[in-house]
């Protein structure tokens, strides 16, 4: 059988590069193309730190396109006080190896529908998306798998209400919604169960690999905000869920819901509510419920001691 083909469109941002990581060292996928689009950083960071990642895990045959600088609505996305300023804690990267490709991202991931079964790995704001729903219509119904990263159903981490990749354009995460996908949303209320902790910090230093020692120095900076804000320096792998599900499909529970997005409201703009009532059993949005964290840390410890300088 063949192995399931990825698209991985995400704005790097630590806990997208340790999810890029993961998916680059896994052979259950081929991924065949990353696209950057603006979130944790501006478009221009993301996609230069999407090339950084690929760069470090010695993949120039995959291709690295930017898509959307801006939301479908403003505001103009600033710099994020949680990934450090680059997005990727601040460390110091020589040019990546890996070229940015010249095609529109919005194109490029229309290119790969295009070319066979996929599965797209969503961990950044779905703007993209929004944009080639609008472009292609009918397009969601090519698509095999879309796998989201977002959203949250009892508090969110940037407003009460919303988490950010939805905050960050919730008119996207609404076009998005209401396509025709089989979609499988990984929302805050899961990936709060996902953490590394200290010792994971110093397993990937002992590796003494490029990959092992800048895996530890970015988590550094992410562990340290954690503990100003939490109370605690686990760091949450928010993305690297929505590739661990791809990865495995029986090591995240799930159910069925419906998932609506709010795009109005002075408190709520960017909630999502997720309708996990048994009458939604049978939709094609699926909802990560439970992971053990045990056997995730595990996964990717063994993934990226992969790599090898």
Not at 13 to 27: E, H
Request: aromatic share 6%; glycine share 8%; hydrophobic share 45%.
């Amino acid at each position: 059988m063949a192995r399931p083909r990825v698209l991985i469109d995400t704005d790097p941002g630590v806990d997208d590069a340790v999810a890029i990581l993961l998916a680059l060292a896994s052979p259950e996928i081929d991924v065949v193309a990353v696209t950057a689009v603006a979130g944790n950083v501006p478009l221009a960071k993301t996609a230069l730190n999407a090339r950084r990642i690929v760069a470090l895990a010695g993949r120039g045959d995959v291709p690295v396109a930017a898509g959307r600088a801006q939301p479908l609505s403003e505001p103009v996305v600033e710099d994020s006080v949680v990934h450090g300023r680059d997005g990727l804690g601040d460390l110091d990267w020589d040019e990546p190896a890996v070229a940015l490709d010249p095609r529109d991202g919005v194109e490029l991931i229309a290119e790969m529908i295009g070319a066979g079964p996929l599965t797209i790995v969503a961990i950044g704001p779905l703007t993209n998306l929004a944009v080639l729903l609008q472009r292609h219509p009918g397009i969601d119904r090519d698509v095999e798998h879309l796998v989201i990263m977002g959203g949250a159903s009892f508090q969110g981490n940037v407003t009460p209400a919303a988490e950010f990749n939805i905050w960050a354009d919730p008119e996207a995460a609404r076009v998005v919604f209401d396509g025709a996908w089989r979609i499988t949303l990984l929302p805050l209320d899961l990936t709060h169960q996902a953490y590394l902790d200290d010792q994971d910090l110093d397993y990937f230093h002992s590796l003494g690999t490029e990959v092992g020692r800048r895996v530890a120095a970015m988590l550094e900076p992410y562990a340290q905000f954690h503990d100003r804000w939490y109370g605690t320096r686990d760091v949450i792998m928010h993305d690297a869920m929505a590739v661990y599900e791809v990865l495995d499909d029986a090591a995240i529970q799930k159910r069925g819901v419906r998932v609506a997005v709010e795009t109005d409201g002075v408190h709520s703009r960017g909630a999502t509510f997720i309708d996990r009532r048994r009458e939604n059993a049978d939709s094609p949005v699926r909802v990560g419920v439970t992971v053990d964290n045990d056997r995730f840390r595990a996964r990717l410890r063994e993934r990226l001691a992969s790599f090898v300088d």
